[in-house]
Nanobody, 127 residues
């Protein structure tokens, strides 16, 4: 059983930066494709970013492209979402997700593609 624990997030002014980490246990990170999603109040969960288990294939939503990056540290079994140039509309609860992936270079962008989810962490961007 894979467990994901998120840390980071918080309150930041528009234009600032935040980082969310997602620590995995129960499976080595190199077996896991990871994704990031967010959900704002009254809205459906939306895709933010995804990365293949090999780390070589990465995909971002248009709304965050050029501002957000993802990384993974297999030694620490942790993935991260770095968010720069934050905007008011980035305010949401952010979730990391993971799935055991057979293909090294395939990423997944749908919530139903993932079996395991972090607890969510709040990101609030103020003006």
């Amino acid at each position: 059983q894979v467990q994901l624990v998120e840390s980071g997030g918080g309150l930041v002014q528009a234009g600032g930066s935040l980082r969310i980490s997602c620590a995995a246990s129960g499976r080595t990170l190199s077996d896991l494709a990871m994704g990031w999603f967010r959900q704002a109040p009254g809205k459906e969960r939306e895709f933010v970013a995804a990365g293949s288990r090999g780390g070589g294939s990465i995909y971002f939503a248009d709304s965050v492209k050029g501002r957000f990056t993802i990384s993974r540290d297999n030694g620490k079994n942790t993935g991260s979402l770095q968010m720069n140039s934050l905007k008011l509309e980035d305010t949401a609860v952010y979730y990391c997700a993971a799935r055991i992936a057979y293909y090294r270079d395939r990423y997944y962008s749908l919530p139903e593609d993932y079996n395991y989810w972090g607890q969510g962490t709040q990101v609030t961007v103020s003006s």
